[in-house]
């Protein structure tokens, strides 16, 4: 809202205006203009109403919001947009004290490193876990991929749960399609081995789609369509801490289920024609050599099970890890158990491998109820 103060005279005569003597105590009556304030209030524009509503629905944080209102430096740009500011600022400087402090320049870092820093992106903490991690030999050859090292400066931990997924699935997922098919299990094997098989390939993507990251990623050009912004501003996982100076809207944590989502089902169903491939190939094998039984599988339906597998993965096991990766262990575990490494490394292995028994269950109840897979 707009205020303003006119004062106007009450007659525009040049000849009054010019008889007035700025010496003169009194100036006569006749000669002095007789003046009117005039009070004048002017409504907000429709335009600024829209830019508050779209700053509020779609407040993403730093620079790689996409629809963040990227307030002035100057103060007068809005709340919002002056905080995240503000805390760019102290970011920036407490990086570049941290720069200085270890006798290294921006030159050294990676290229996106460097510019989050210049941007104000990540604040010094981040910048001390970098170093810390890059005394590893192993750890310093990973953090040359973008994707790991933005994986692993969020969640330190991030390699052992890959490793511990991958090793555990093996035998909790074949464990669960012992417990469902009990006494058919080895006339069920080549299935077995399908799900088995699916499970492997699929496993390391499930630990590093939904993982909490460090977002590294520069600001999109301006060419870049508001779809495409939307999701470049999303999280990678919808429940994780936004660092200081970001935040990220609701609609920008759904969106990253979505994104996910997807990214799953391309995933699982790609998984699913290896693995019912090679079934295909073994049971096909086993009849050309004539060692044919009563109780013999048939051919497993490669396109249905395909599908129906990117299905489960891209919405079970999508919104499992998301919750696990996010709230139980960024947001429940960590905070408690952040100075005790070794307990925290166990109860997320027993978590995880809680979650992957899970998840073989689920599928074999779900592969049953829409009719890919038949009980013997």
């Not at 994986?151 to 490793?163: C, G, P, Q, T």
């Not at 098989?197 to 499930?206: E, G, K, S, T």
């Not at 919405?315 to 408690?336: D, F, K």
Request: hydrophobic share 45%; net charge positive; charged share 15%.
């Amino acid at each position: 809202m707009a205020i303003s103060l006119c004062l106007t005279p009450s007659s525009s005569s040049s000849a009054a205006a010019a008889s007035f003597n700025p010496h003169r105590l009194l100036p006569s009556l006749s000669a002095s203009p007789i003046v009117h304030p005039r009070l004048g209030v002017s409504a907000p524009s429709l335009s600024h109403r829209c830019r508050q509503f779209r700053r509020v629905l779609f407040s993403g944080g730093g620079g790689d919001g996409g629809f963040s209102g990227g307030g002035s430096q100057g103060g007068g740009g809005g709340g919002d947009s002056g905080g995240e500011d503000n805390a760019g600022g102290k970011n920036r400087v407490e990086a570049l004290m941290v720069l200085k402090k270890s006798g290294r320049g921006l030159e050294s870092l990676p290229q996106d490193l460097a510019a989050a820093i210049q941007d104000g992106r990540i604040p010094g903490a981040v910048v001390d876990k970098y170093f810390e991690l890059e005394k590893s030999g192993f750890f310093s050859w990973l953090l040359q991929f973008a994707g790991f090292r933005e994986r692993l400066l969020a969640d330190d931990l991030f390699l052992f749960k890959v490793f511990m997924e991958c090793g555990v699935g093996l035998f909790t997922k074949t464990a669960a399609e012992y417990q469902k098919r009990k006494e058919n299990f080895f006339n069920e094997l080549e299935v077995v081995f399908a799900d088995v098989v699916m499970a492997i390939i699929a496993d390391f993507m499930l630990v590093y789609l939904p993982a909490p990251t460090v977002s590294l990623r520069p600001p999109l050009g301006l060419s870049a369509g508001a779809i495409t912004k939307f999701f470049h501003g999303c999280p990678d996982n919808a429940f994780q801490i936004a660092l200081s100076g970001t935040s990220y809207s609701l609609l920008q944590r759904i969106g990253a289920v979505v994104r996910n989502g997807s990214k799953l089902f391309v995933v699982g169903t790609a998984s699913s024609l290896v693995g019912t491939s090679v079934t295909n190939a073994l049971i096909n094998a086993k009849k050309a050599v004539g060692s044919s039984s009563e109780g013999e599988a048939e051919n497993v339906p490669i396109v249905s099970t395909s599908l129906a597998y990117g299905v489960y993965m891209a919405v079970s096991s999508n919104l499992r890890y998301q919750v696990l990766a996010g709230v139980i262990e960024q947001r429940m575990l960590e905070p408690l158990l952040h100075q005790h490494k070794l307990m925290l490394s166990a109860i997320c292995f027993a978590v995880r491998t809680g979650n992957t028994f899970l998840g073989s269950l689920l599928w074999v109840d779900y592969a049953r109820l829409i009719g890919i897979q038949k009980a013997h």
